[in-house]
Nanobody, 123 residues
């Protein structure tokens, strides 16, 4: 029900914008989170945006470089703008939606997941 897109190969210092889109519902009442996973490691919460006031959260590792935002026109899209990318940002990125109010980076609190999009940052 969710689809993440926008991944690709980029050199260190470059930028990518990931998109998360829903096919059957709008994001108005959902908090949206972005997670990433490297093979052999646990999935990591990167950023999230709450419903309502749109408060945001960023992991320390991406703070100041990544920005999450809702598309207020489309209402079923959320973006993750990733700037100043580093090789350690390389991972499969997933978006997820949760029905419980409030932003969270706890994986188990999300109800719907996209299939993931690969981001590779070369040094």
């Amino acid at each position: 029900q969710l689809q993440a897109s926008g991944g690709g190969l980029v050199q260190a210092g470059g930028s990518l914008r990931l998109s998360c889109a829903a096919s059957r519902f709008t994001f108005d009442d959902y908090a949206i989170g972005w997670f990433r996973q490297v093979p052999g490691k646990e999935r990591e919460g990167v950023s999230c945006i709450s419903e309502g006031d749109g408060s945001t959260y960023y992991a320390d590792s991406v703070k100041g470089r990544f920005a999450i935002a809702r598309d207020n026109d489309k209402r079923n899209a959320v973006y993750l703008q990733m700037n100043s990318l580093k090789p350690e940002d390389t991972a499969v990125y997933y978006c997820a939606a949760r029905t419980v109010p409030g932003a969270s980076t706890i994986e188990a609190q999300y109800d719907y997941w996209g299939q993931g999009t690969q981001v590779t940052v070369s040094s």
